[in-house]
C-alpha cells in the first residue's frame, strides 16, 4: 500500500512515516499543498493522509479542489481542531474519515486498511491464493499455515501482486507500490525482491509475462 502522508508537522509526519513504514506500507511525505498536488499527480497511491493546517493551503480547501478535479482516492483527514463543523466540513469537502490529533498510530492504522477496504469493495484485509495467505494489515505472510518472514518491500510487492487478481503488472507499476520519491531505486531491487519472494514461496508465484510485467501465479511449494 502506498500512502501519501500531507503533513507539515516534522515531528508527527516523522512518527507516521516511521510507524507506517514499519508495518510494510510505502509512505510519501508532502510539507504543503502544492506539493502534494505535484506528487499525486506523478505517481500512483493508494491513500491520502491530509492535514488541515497546512501553511500554504487550507488542507479542506485541497481537498474540495482535488475532489473537484476528479480525485477518487481515500482520504483522511488530520485534524486538531474540534469543532464539530470542522468535521462535517471536512467530510463534505469529499474526506472518507477523520482523525483528531492527537491519536494513536494503531488507530490510524486501522482507520487507513478500513478505507482500503470500502474502496476495495472487499470485507476483509485478508487475501488467500491457493495455499498462501496474506494479512496486509498485519503484515504477516502464511504458506500452509506455517508464518513466513518477508521483508517490508516483499510484504508491499505481494500484496500489490496479490491485490491485483491476476491482472499483469508493469515494472513501473510495481515500483511505485514499492518506492517512495525520495528512495533511491536501484536498476535491479525489483529482480532481487522477486528472486526472493520466489525463494520464499515457490518460483510459480510470480510469473514472469516477458516484455509486459508480472502477474501472481498458482502456489505450488
Ligand atoms: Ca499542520
Redesign the pocket.
Known amino acids: 500500500m502506498r500512502v501519501l502522508l500531507v ?3 516534522d515531528l508527527i509526519a516523522h512518527g507516521i512515516q516511521t510507524g507506517l513504514r514499519a508495518l510494510g506500507l510505502t509512505v510519501d511525505c508532502a510539507t504543503t499543498a502544492a506539493r502534494a498536488e505535484t506528487m499525486l499527480s506523478a505517481a500512483h497511491c493508494d491513500v491520502v493522509i491530509l ?4 501553511p500554504d493551503e487550507d488542507g479542506m480547501s485541497l481537498l474540495q479542489r482535488l475532489r473537484a478535479s476528479g480525485m477518487a482516492l481515500p482520504v483522511l483527514v488530520l485534524t486538531a481542531r474540534d469543532a464539530v463543523e470542522d468535521r462535517v466540513a471536512g467530510l463534505r469537502a469529499g474526506a472518507d474519515d477523520y482523525l483528531l490529533k492527537p491519536f494513536d498510530l494503531s488507530e490510524l492504522v486501522a482507520r487507513l486498511h478500513a478505507l482500503l477496504r470500502r474502496a476495495a469493495g472487499r470485507s476483509m484485509d485478508i487475501i488467500e491464493h491457493g495455499p498462501l495467505r496474506l494479512d496486509s494489515e498485519r503484515g504477516e505472510a502464511f504458506l500452509h499455515g506455517r508464518a513466513v518472514i518477508l521483508s517490508r518491500r516483499e510484504l508491499a510487492l505481494l500484496a500489490a501482486l496479490l491485490h491485483a487478481r491476476g491482472r499483469i503488472l508493469s515494472v513501473d507499476q510495481l515500483k511505485d507500490s514499492l518506492y517512495g520519491f525520495s528512495e533511491e531505486i536501484e536498476s535491479n531491487a525489483l529482480n532481487v525482491h522477486i528472486h526472493h519472494l520466489r525463494r520464499k514461496l515457490g518460483t510459480d508465484i510470480i510469473e514472469t509475462v516477458r516484455g509486459v510485467g508480472y502477474r501472481c501465479g498458482m502456489v505450488i511449494a
Not at 51 to 54: N, P, V
Request: avoid cysteine; charged fraction near 55%.
Open positions: 503533513e507539515d508537522d492535514d488541515l493546517g497546512l
